[in-house]
């Protein structure tokens, strides 16, 4: 099997097999200081994962606020109000899982 190189933020490779849209499942890691915001909460049309890799957060969804941290996940419908906020002390990263519609 052929598979091309694709760029994700906070990978160092992405391999995705040749004749798959890319499009479908986006994937990326990102870290949020102590204390800090990814971003507003906002909306898209997708359902969209987060997996906690360290430390530990916040994620809003829709009014509703539900502790995260190391080894969980959670997913949601991504076209309800959003966002993610460190509550801890420590950096937190976590990888993103996107299926855009």
């Known amino acids: 099997m052929a598979f091309t ?3 994700a933020k906070g990978l160092t490779r992405c391999l995705v ?3 798959i849209d890319p499009e479908k499942l986006r994937i990326h ?3 949020i200081p102590p204390g800090t915001r ?3 909460p906002h909306t ?12 530990h957060g916040a994620v809003e969804v829709g009014g509703e606020r539900h ?9 949601l419908d991504a076209r309800n109000p959003h966002g993610l906020e460190n509550i801890g002390d420590t950096p937190m990263r976590y990888l993103v ?3 855009p519609a």
């Open 67 to 75: 502790a995260v941290g190391p080894n969980e996940a959670i997913i």
């Open 97 to 99: 899982i996107i299926t």
């Open 44 to 55: 898209h049309e997708a359902v969209e994962a987060f997996y906690v890799l360290e430390g």
């Open 38 to 40: 990814a971003h507003p």
């Open 29 to 31: 890691i990102s870290e």
């Open 17 to 19: 097999e040749t004749g």
């Open 5 to 7: 190189t694709r760029q």
